[in-house]
């Protein structure tokens, strides 16, 4: 069973307190010395890989095929773009290498630029140590607070990115040649750390020249003004193939200055597709419901996760457009909300998610798949018949693959005199079990199931149970009308 819980996030943990070091003196005297941010990170990859540890844990799927790539590139001291279809898990990739960080660094108090003590790059940082000498007060920044990123979009502006000349600063009595003067953009406040700027080809071309001297020469330029900053970090982006090539595109020069491209992929077993929505699909709750986090049985999990696959293969859906994983996270979200809402509804003590919850996924995930040939007539109910007809093939397989050579015969056999059971998304376990009194080897279908014998509660034999009924009807042993709401399985 998979208890849909909130995921804590990943890279957040932190130590309660930073190293002891507060000024300059006695982190000199501590032995410190400046490291580049590309060594910082191979350093720590490295050492991960000889103590036998996940590199980039929580990423699922990518193990053989993208993780190694990655790794080769952070060993290179490479800047890498990341290509791939919407949902493949690009965004998350790269908020994970922020645990390739030191946990704290050193930094000058005050920076705009996070400069370390030892090392001042600007003209503020300059003067603070010539002024204070090993008096300069030394902070410590965590690596969460690291990391920085840009959704990249057409009206991003080089000041958005680089920086500008702020009116604030010059109406205060500076002159405009002053380079204190100049507002920092996102990338140079990122400095010493990892900053993504996410799809890339939507950034407009001209905006696209500004980052060439952050990845060659490691330095910016703010209009007129001679600012040689020599900024230390890790640049990565992401982008989509289709508009790699089409919509939007990625100008050489920029290209050929990122030192490896990376191409990610949705999973490719299915074993790594229920991995990852075990561990991505969670559920908000609003205060005061009472009731515990809901349970979705595996077999639900896998109709789940085998319907995304058949989705994405279908030739009636666009390939080039994909099918994200968030199709099925919130497809399983929406599973685990309908069962919390017959638990309230009927007075269910434990939500659990049954077969009949999942029609509700069709109508909810519809906006996120894009159609081969839309635009036809009757768009919208013939996107609902592919995705209906796709979802009840995924329960199909799933059946065979968790039942196959079960004893359901008794089960049948109760239909044999013509009596029928009805269900819904809003029919409690107990009104269910009770149209069909002893179950014959109930028991060896739970265990089948996966559900631990000391755990078994009528809500869990009802999702059981009505697992196999929908079984028996899809491989044309039983029959069922379908009202709406309502469901009556017969003869």
């Known amino acids: 069973m998979v208890e849909v819980t909130d995921a804590a996030p990943l890279g957040t943990s932190q130590s309660p307190t930073p190293p002891p070091p507060t000024t300059l003196g006695e982190l000199r005297d501590s032995g410190a010395a400046p490291r580049p941010v590309k060594a910082e990170i191979r350093d720590n990859l490295l050492a991960r890989l000889a103590a036998g540890e996940p590199s980039l844990p929580g990423i699922v799927g990518f193990e053989d095929t993208v993780v190694p790539e990655v790794e080769r590139a952070l060993i290179a001291g490479h800047d890498l773009v990341l290509l791939g279809e919407r949902g493949q898990g690009k965004t998350r ?20 630029l996070n400069e370390h003590p030892l090392q001042p790059i600007s003209v503020w940082g300059r003067r603070q140590v010539a002024e204070h000498g090993d008096a300069t007060p ?82 910016i330029q703010i209009r007129g003004y001679r600012v040689r900053l020599p900024l230390d970090l890790l640049l990565v982006a992401s982008a989509n193939p289709e508009d790699y090539t089409n919509r939007g595109r990625i100008i050489t020069p920029l290209k050929d200055r990122f030192g490896a491209e990376v191409r990610t992929h949705y999973p490719i077993e299915l074993a790594d597709e229920l991995r990852l929505l075990r561990q991505e699909a969670q559920t908000t709750w609003l205060g005061g419901t009472g009731f515990d986090a809901p349970i979705v049985p595996e077999h639900l999990v896998e109709i789940v996760a085998r319907f995304t696959r058949l989705v994405r293969e279908s030739s009636h859906v666009d390939q080039r457009s994909g099918v994200s994983a968030r199709f099925a996270i919130a497809g399983l979200e929406t599973v685990a909300a309908s069962a919390v ?83 819904g998304d809003l029919v409690p376990a107990a009104a269910l079990l009770g149209q069909l009194g002893t179950i014959p080897h109930l028991a060896q279908l739970l265990g089948r199931l996966g559900v631990p014998e000391g755990e078994q509660s009528a809500e869990q034999a009802a999702a059981a149970v009505e697992f196999a009924l929908e079984g028996l009807y899809l491989t044309r042993r039983l029959a069922k009308d379908t009202d709406g709401s309502r469901t009556v399985y017969g003869a």
């Open 138 to 219: 030394v902070g410590w920044l965590h690596r969460s607070e690291r990391f920085g990123e840009k959704l990249a979009t057409p009206d991003t502006s080089v000041g958005d990115l680089i920086g500008d000349v702020d009116p604030i600063k010059v109406a205060e009595g500076r002159t405009l040649g002053d380079p204190e003067t100049v507002h920092y953009g996102l990338v140079p406040r990122t400095n010493r750390g990892i900053f993504s700027v996410n799809e890339l080809p939507d950034l407009a071309e001209r905006i696209q020249v500004a980052l060439l001297n952050v990845l060659e020469e490691r330095d």
């Open 341 to 423: 809402r017959r638990a309230a509804v009927a007075g269910e003590p434990r939500p659990v998610a049954r077969v009949v919850d999942l029609p509700s996924i069709v109508p909810a995930s519809r906006g996120k798949v894009e159609f081969a040939d839309a635009g036809t007539d009757n768009d919208d109910d013939r996107d609902l018949e592919v995705l209906e007809h796709l979802l009840r093939q995924a329960t199909a397989q799933t059946f065979r693959a968790r039942c196959g050579g079960l004893d359901l015969t008794g089960l049948q056999e109760h239909f044999s005199s013509g009596e029928t059971v009805e269900s």
């Open 93 to 112: 990739l790269i908020r994970t290498l922020v645990g390739l960080l030191d946990e704290w660094t050193p930094v000058l108090v005050g920076s705009e």
